[in-house]
């Protein structure tokens, strides 16, 4: 096992560069499935969840080219192998579910481990196989050698309308890509409006695909013949970024993150303004200049886009615990997604919580810990916890860190964190 050991650093200054966004290159990746011909996804992150993704499409039937210098990825898929995403694989993340929809529209089967029940929450995906089904999809779950499937047949799609009871992210995205070569049109009502959506269905029209309203709460696909290859570039990571923007904030620094989309940032933007620090948004950069100021605690509820987002949330807990004053923090989007207030109170910080709403008092000073990383988020934030703490923090199981951020201590360390990789 590995472990980040973190010492307390001055404040971080300079320029970062943000990697391509994990959670839009992951559907682009399962959407390539659509076509026949050879898709090109420029900025693509060398992580561990796209290295997963890459292994299952591959055992589908995919070609994949991963040029990690100058990071692009190259995926053709002539001929579908194995209609599903194996146990081994599929169970190591939650986004091998969303090859469910691409492979039902390419081929009219398909048959996927369900992901391990995430730390997270429980995760379900009834709104996926909901809307398949309405699509025509017959769904049945299974148990075999100790896993769980979902497998998926139809003889082929019809377009209709869906109404998502939750903007799920991964619902929305997979339903599109079920969609787009169904037959008629689809309407998807009460749709994730997430950048990522917008992203995939810029993929998806590239590829001849004709989806409208991607960005909005109501999307439109009419279903076409046939979709050809295409070349794209991802997003930049609004998570990532945003975790710098805090990490700025949090060790009274002044960072630049350079290909960054600052309409993408808007409630990071806001509530990070609210504490007192100034960010500045440029054309392709933010900057969150933090010298001089001291933290004012804020409030903060997650919602679903373009409400602030849960994937920020346990980073902002970590600033909370060294702001002035209470700040409070209502989860509303996963269930169980407060594992890291356990591992900041090891550090000092004064944090109750009932159900998903949790109370912060700001300290003057957090102290190291052994502390354990919970989810690729709650990582990040006990980092940044250490940034500012007294005395020496090791952060374990950094391997959900590496799931989502792209050189994560090389970039830090860029910046001045006093952060090490160490292997135990
Ligand atoms: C995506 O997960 C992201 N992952 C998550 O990022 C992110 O936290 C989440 O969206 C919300 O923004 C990827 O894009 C790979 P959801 P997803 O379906 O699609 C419930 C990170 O840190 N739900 O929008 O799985 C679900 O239980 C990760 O990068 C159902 O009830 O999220 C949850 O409470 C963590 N039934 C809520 O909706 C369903 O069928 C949001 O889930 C589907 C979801």
Redesign the pocket.
Known sequence: MAKYVVRQSGALMGDLVASGS??AV?PLMAASLLTDDKCRINDTPALRDVEVLCRILEDIGGQIRFNKEEKYLEIETPQIRAAGAAPHLAGRM??SILVLGPLLARIGKATVALPGGCA?????????LKGLEAMGAKVQTFEKDGFDFVEATAEHLKGCEIYLD??????TQNLIMAAVLAEGTTLIQNA?E?P?IVDLANFLNKMGAKVKGAGTDNIRIEGVKALHGTEHTVIPDR?ETGTFMVAAAISGGDLTIHNAVASHLTPITAKLRETGVDVFEGEDFIRVDARGKSLKAVNIKTL?YPGF???MQAQFMALLAVAKGKGTINET???NRFMHIDQLRKMGADITYADRKASIIGTKALHGAQVRAT???AGAALVLAGLVAEGVTEVSQVYYIER?YEEFVEKMRSVGADIEYIEE
Do not use: Q, Y
């Open positions: 994990k959670n992951l939650r986004a997270i929450g429980a995760r379900p995906i009834d709104l996926h939750f903007p799920s992210v991964g619902a994730a997430e990522e998570i679903p987002p849960t994937d989007v996963f269930e989810d690729l988020r989502g």
